[in-house]
């Protein structure tokens, strides 16, 4: 069935990157658009990339120049890389992945989520 799977999070500490990877398990991979997600403890999951099916990248004020989003989509994988991180971006992050069809059929899927902390 389908599924997203993230890895990579951890424990880093400030000034330290992590590449966070997400294996998608589901077909036509490449007309999903791709996303990552993260939410903090008391806070709304907020969106902190994404990359379209045409490979567009959009990201928020928040990360912008400090998180890159890519994909590969021969490997059914989209990834986040995070550079110079923050306590502030520590975070359960998921990956979600969505498309329509040409009858505008709505695929959403989400990750199960992995854990970022960032601190000394």
């Known amino acids: 069935q389908v599924q997203l799977v993230e890895s990579g999070g951890g424990l880093v500490q400030p000034g330290g990157s992590l590449r966070l990877s997400c294996v998608a398990s589901i077909s036509y991979f490449s007309s999903y658009d791709l996303e990552w997600y993260r939410q903090a403890p008391g806070k709304q999951r907020e969106l902190v990339a994404r990359?379209?099916?045409?490979?567009?990248?959009k990201y928020p004020n928040s990360v912008k120049g400090q998180f890159t989003i890519s994909r590969d989509n021969a490997k059914n994988t989209v990834y986040l890389q995070m550079n110079s991180l923050k306590p502030e971006d520590t975070a359960v992050y998921y990956c979600?992945?969505?498309?329509?069809?040409?009858?505008?059929?709505?695929?959403?899927?989400w990750g199960q989520g992995t854990q970022v902390t960032v601190s000394s």
């Open positions: 990359i379209s099916s045409l490979s567009y990248t």
């Open positions: 979600h992945a969505r498309r329509a069809d040409s009858f505008n059929r709505v695929y959403d899927y």
